[in-house]
C-alpha cells in the first residue's frame, strides 16, 4: 500500500527529536508499488527537483524543512541460498536493522553481531556503511538491490559497486536518485569472532565466546556508553575520525603523545575526533538546550526542545574549535538537512 500525506511532522522520524514538517510525505510497504509511481511521477514531471528518502532518521539532522520525503517501509527476511560453509540472506529497507541482527544471531549466522544496536533501518545502512566496534556493513553486505528514480529501472549493485568507505559509500553521493529496496548479506555459518576493539574482550569476561555473546557485550557497552535516543534526542556519533596525512599525525603524537591513531587509507592515519573534542573542553558541555555528551564527546544531544539550527551552531562551534586548536577540520558524520534535500 502506498500513501500521500500532507503537511505531515517529522518529529517521531529523526532521533534527534527536533522539529520539522514535510509538505509531502510518501510512505509504502510495498515495493513495487512505490517504484512504480516514483517513475510515473518522474515521466510526468510530477516529481520534485528535491526529494528526501528517509528511514529510521538515526543519522539526520533537520536544519530546515524538506519539501517532499519518501519513507520505504518494505519488510522481509529470506534465505536465498546457502552452502556448507556460508548462508546468503536478503534483508528488505525498511526493517529495523537491530532487529535483522539479532534475527542473524539467533540462528548463528555470524559476521553481524558486532553491530548490534546501531539505530535506523537495514536501507539505510549501505548508505552510511555502518560500522562499530571492529565491524563494518561493507564486510557482509554482498549486493544492494535499487530502484533508479530517473531512469526507472531496478538496478543491482555488487560490493565493489558500492565503493564503501569509511563512513562512505557510492549511494551517499547519488541521493535522490537510488531507492535502496534490499541488500543481500554473506554470513558465515562457522564464527570467527572480531574483539580487537578496546574494551570488547573484557567485557566478555570468562563468557563463551559465540555470536550471541559477542552481541550481549556490544549492547551492553553501547548501553553503558551513550544515550538512550528516546531520553535524549541524538543521532550517535555527530563527527567523523578525520583523516590526516602520516606526517601530521606523527607530529601530532609528538606534540600529544596520548593522541589516538588509527589505520587509514595509503599515505593517511585516522586520529580520534571524541579526544580533539575533549582536549578543546566540550565533553559535558551544555548550551542552552544543546549539549556534548558527557560519556562520549562525539555525540551531540537535544537536551529538552532544541531545533535543527541550534545544534548545528553548537556543532559549528566545536569545528572551529578544534580547527583553531589542531588545524584539522572535522567533518559531521550526521547528515545536515538544509532547504535543498536530494536532488533526483
Known amino acids: 500500500m502506498i500513501t500521500f500525506r500532507r503537511h505531515i511532522s517529522l518529529l517521531p522520524y529523526n532521533t534527534f527529536a527536533v522539529p520539522a514538517v514535510a509538505d509531502t510525505f510518501i510512505v509504502s510497504d510495498n515495493a513495487a508499488e512505490l517504484t512504480h509511481e516514483l517513475h510515473e511521477l518522474r515521466r510526468k514531471n510530477r516529481l520534485p527537483e528535491t526529494m528526501l528518502i528517509l528511514g529510521g532518521g538515526s543519522n539526520v539532522l533537520f536544519v530546515s524543512s524538506p519539501s517532499w520525503v519518501v519513507h520505504p517501509d518494505f519488510k522481509g527476511v529470506k534465505i536465498e541460498k546457502e552452502d556448507e560453509s556460508t548462508v546468503w540472506v536478503r534483508a528488505y529497507a525498511g526493517e529495523t536493522w537491530d532487529d535483522f541482527v539479532a534475527w542473524c544471531v539467533e540462528r548463528d549466522y555470524s559476521g553481524m553481531e558486532n553491530l548490534s544496536a546501531i539505530p535506523g533501518t537495514v536501507g539505510a545502512c549501505p548508505v552510511q556503511n555502518i560500522g562499530a566496534y571492529g565491524r563494518e556493513a561493507k564486510d557482509v553486505i554482498e549486493q544492494v538491490e535499487v530502484f533508479d528514480i530517473t531512469e526507472g529501472e531496478m538496478l543491482s549493485f555488487s560490493r565493489k559497486d558500492c565503493t564503501f568507505n569509511y563512513r562512505d559509500s557510492f549511494f551517499k553521493h547519488h541521493r535522490g536518485r ?18 580487537s576493539y578496546a574494551g570488547l574482550m573484557e567485557e566478555m569476561g570468562n563468557k563463551p565466546v559465540t555470536p550471541a555473546t559477542v552481541r550481549e557485550a556490544v549492547i551492553s557497552i553501547r548501553r553503558r556508553k551513550l544515550p538512550d535516543c528516546t531520553v535524549l534526542g541524538n543521532a550517535g556519533s555527530f563527527f567523523k575520525n578525520p583523516a590526516v596525512p602520516v606526517r601530521k599525525a606523527g607530529l ?34 551544555r548550551k542552552g538546550n544543546v549539549g556534548c ?21 553548537f556543532a ?9 586548536k589542531f588545524d584539522i577540520r572535522l567533518e559531521p558524520e550526521v547528515r545536515i538537512i538544509h532547504d535543498s534535500t536530494d536532488r533526483v
Not at 534490499?182 to 570467527?192: E, H, I, Q, V, W
Not at 555528551?293 to 551552531?313: H, R, T, V, W, Y
Request: hydrophobic content about 40%; proline content about 6%.
Open 178 to 195: 537510488y531507492l535502496i529496496v534490499s541488500a543481500l548479506f554473506g554470513l558465515s555459518k562457522t564464527f570467527t569472532p572480531q574483539l
Open 293 to 313: 555528551f558527557g560519556l562520549q564527546p562525539l555525540i551531540l544531544i537535544n537536551c529538552g526542545n532544541a531545533s535543527g539550527k541550534e545544534l548545528m551552531d
Open 316 to 324: 559549528n562551534e566545536i569545528m572551529d574549535s578544534v580547527e583553531k
Open 252 to 285: 601530532l603524537q609528538q606534540q600529544y603523545p596520548s593522541l589516538p591513531v588509527y589505520p587509514a587509507a595509503k599515505g593517511y592515519r585516522k586520529v580520534s575526533a571524541a579526544w580533539l573534542i575533549e582536549q578543546c573542553g566540550w565533553k559535558g558541555t
